[in-house]
Structure formats: C-alpha cells, structure tokens
C-alpha cells in the first residue's frame, strides 16, 4: 500500500466560516493528505468582515509543538510545511525554527511558503512587519514560493503591465532562494478581465494557466489558501508539478461553482468535496 503522505500546516483558523487552515485543510485530508493544522491564529471569523474575536498563537508555542511531535518520534514522518497567513513577525522566526527541525527529521521534506500580505483595500489585516520579515528571510528558506500578484510585485518591488512582465518578476525568484514559484492570481495591465490567470515557474519551465473568472458580489476569501494547499498536496502525492497545477485550478474551480451556485461569500467546500477529489473540468497548462 502507497503511504499517505503527512504535512504540517501552520497558518490562521477561523471558527466559523473558510480562511487559512479552515480552508486548506480539509481539502488537502479529501484528496489523500494527512494534515497535521497548527493555528498562528484562531479568530471568529476572517478579517475582511471588518471585525472579529480572537487571538493570536503565543510565537514560542510553534516550536514548542513540534518538539512534541519529535518527542514522541514522529517528526521523521513529516513530509512538507506550508505556512500561511502570521498573526506577527514573532511567528515567522518560530516557523523557520519548525522548518529547520522538519528538514533535520526529514531531509527530504519541502517547505511551501504562501506569503500573505496585508491588503488594506480589502481588508486583510497584516502587521507590516510581517510583510518585512516574508521578504527578507521566508523567501530565501522556501522550496516553494505561492504569492498572488500583489505579493508578487511587492517581493520584486515593480509593477506588470504584460504577462511576459510576470513571468520575469517570478521567474527573479528562483534566484533568490525558492525552486519552484506559482502565482495564485495574475493580474496585469493588458489581462482579459474574464479570465482568471495563473502562472508555474522552476528553473527548466514555465507554464501558464486560464481558467474563467467567476462573478460575485464579493469575492470568497480563502482561495489562495485553498489552492496552496492542494498545489502542495498533490505534489506530495507524486504529481509533476505541471499536473499538480492543472488539478489545483480545476479543483478549485468547483469549489468556486458551487460557491457561486450557492450565492455565498464562503467557500462551499462540504458541498464540494467530492468534486474537489475529482474534478468534472480540466484546465490545460500552456508551455512558455
């Protein structure tokens, strides 16, 4: 029998609704991944409602964990770490701490990063210097860079006005420390504005995706949790990494379906579930 693979996600929960663990991790447990959550924060709710309960995970308690988990000889086991959206700068620092026990466990366990940053606009709430501390000490340590295009552009300090443009912002990366980068969410000045764009860059290939842009009234928050998650999960499950991409954007695309269907602002992945083990669409990958 195949073993299950096993991964360590530290980001957010929200008690009710879907953002950062709440988001990730039952998808990445529906297609075949172990997941062992490790909330930076647990609130009421994700911050773009404008208010919310809650706390943030003292930093020291991050590796204080995964010592346990050492402790009791299971560390060896894990896999991959994805780390998420920090409650502070503090976390990063304990998180880089959790990576190194990991990769000293495991040598061959990866390290995605998804770099949430702030967005005033939208009301994503991050301390600034997190955003600091994502762009001078997590980038050179991730195996795996998953940034939207905000992030993209404040990681390279530039803006794109083309789709070439994005490829060079990303594909900067890979000098700086990741091997692999996908951006969750291109946008640039010359973008159809019916599709939703996607871009995979390692140091042999770069592969863009299109799929469409679905209309809300106010677009679901955690999808770029979700798709990091799975993007991640099926590399751990042996995918290529240009097929775990195309499975990410279909999977996700019927969590969006059914969210749209279900004329909600969260994401309806209980409703979803089996079409995110097996989506209905595909959406093919084109080679740069």
């Avoid at 999977?251 to 979803?272: D, G, W």
Wanted: hydrophobic fraction near 45%; aromatic fraction near 6%.
């Amino acid at each position: 029998m195949k073993r299950t693979p096993h991964l360590l996600a530290i980001q957010s929960h929200v008690v009710f609704g879907h953002a950062g663990n709440s988001a990730a991790v039952f998808a990445m447990q529906r297609i075949g991944v172990n997941v062992w959550p490790l909330n930076t924060v647990q609130f009421s709710n994700h911050t773009q409602y404008g208010q919310w309960a809650g706390e943030v995970l003292p930093a020291q308690q991050i590796p204080e964990l995964v010592r346990g988990i050492s402790a009791i000889g299971e560390l060896g086991n894990c896999d991959a770490v994805l780390s998420g959206y920090l409650g502070s700068p503090q976390q990063g620092q304990a998180i880089l701490e959790a990576v190194a026990a990991v990769k000293a466990a495991n040598p061959r366990a990866i390290y995605l990063c998804d770099p949430v940053m702030g967005h005033a606009e939208k009301g994503c709430v991050v301390a600034p210097e997190v955003t600091d501390f994502l762009l001078s000490q997590a980038l050179p340590r991730a195996d795996v860079l998953c940034p939207n295009q905000l992030e993209l552009n404040t990681f390279t300090g530039r803006t794109a006005d083309t789709l070439d443009e994005c490829v060079a912002m990303a594909r900067a990366l890979l000098d700086r420390g990741p091997a692999m980068v996908m951006v969750k969410h291109l946008s640039y000045q010359n973008k159809k504005p019916e599709d939703f764009e996607m871009l995979l860059v390692t140091p042999v290939d770069t592969w863009h995706l299109r799929r469409p842009l679905l209309a809300f009234p106010r677009q679901p928050v955690g999808v770029g949790d979700l798709t990091s998650g799975l993007f991640l999960s099926r590399l751990l499950l042996g995918d290529e990494p240009v097929a775990a991409f195309e499975f990410t954007a279909a999977a996700v695309h019927e969590v969006m379906l059914e969210t749209q269907a279900c004329a909600s602002y969260e994401l309806q992945l209980v409703r979803a579930q089996d079409r995110i083990a097996h989506p209905r669409v595909r959406f093919e990958a084109t080679r740069l």
